[in-house]
């Protein structure tokens, strides 16, 4: 039996929704996105305190932030925080992901112990982590291990890398979330004809599950990349930025500067840099990764 389809329906179907479906979805973007970030870019070209009148200076805030000591040391810890995050956090995720896809009973009891820190605001984490890693209260103490009793967070050089592990602590289970969805959503035909031409696990892992998670590795990894850009309160409430600037990560920098310096100008430049940088290293992986040409991973099945 024939159907037919008028040439209406298939026009609908090659061109989508009509556009102005998402004109309210717009509307909400402009109001809360766009127009804060250009009133952003406005003050930093402005010289004000939070109370005050500002004050046009033009470009002298960008200059003289980005001749600040502070700044750069700020930027250079941000990117080093970028970058432990997706090298520690993308296969930790992928790894607990692709276990947790199981369909085993016990695996599932594990999956909920691994989403446990999503269930737990970021302040309470950091107080938790903060008096765990007391060197006179905490654990060392507690269990009487010299190694564990040194000052974590008190140690310039261990500072920033105990507050990396405490975020990682906290969002790998949402990225390990993200995973385990993609896992089970590759067809099963694909293992089974696997099993038969006799590949072993780790092949199967490598040019069947790799390859099915290519987009939600881009995915996770671009949300990991941004994610990393606006860590503050773990960090605020773990350090408050210490000792000295160890943990003086651009976000927090900003909001030192703007809410203790009353350097709001100074603020808005730090702000914009940081959109400037989140929007260049997503858009940048996208493009490098090919998602902007995504395409159905199952078709043929």
Known sequence: MTTLTTPGAAH?????????????????????????????????????????????????NWSRMLADPLTQNALWLSVKVVFFSVLFQAPVSLLLGVFMAGHQKWRNWLSILYFLPLLFSSAAVA???????????????????????????????????????????????FHSLLYQAGVRQIPIQLYEAALIDGASAWDRFWHIT????????????????????????????????????????????????????FDMGGASVIAVILVVIGLTMSLGLNKLSGSDRMESQQEGL
Do not use: E, K
Request: charged residues 5%; contains cysteine.
């Open 12 to 60: 609908r179907r090659r061109t989508g929704p009509p556009g102005w479906l998402a004109v309210p979805a717009l509307g909400f973007f402009a109001i809360f996105a766009i127009i804060p970030l250009i009133g952003v870019v406005v003050l930093s070209f402005v010289s004000w305190d939070g109370l005050g009148t500002p004050s046009f200076i033009g470009t002298g």
């Open 210 to 261: 790799i390859p099915q998670l290519r987009y939600t590795i881009i995915t996770s990894t671009t949300l990991i990349l941004v994610g990393s850009l606006t860590y503050f309160d773990l960090i605020y409430v773990l350090t408050q930025g210490g000792p000295g600037n160890a943990t003086r990560i651009l976000p927090l920098h900003m909001y030192l500067t703007g809410f203790r310096s």
């Open 127 to 173: 107080i938790s982590f903060r008096s765990l890693l007391d060197p006179n209260f905490g654990l060392g103490a507690a269990t009487g291990i010299s190694w564990l009793s040194q000052d974590w967070l008190g140690n310039p050089t261990l500072a920033l890398y105990v507050a990396l592990f405490v975020i990682s602590w906290c969002f790998i289970p």
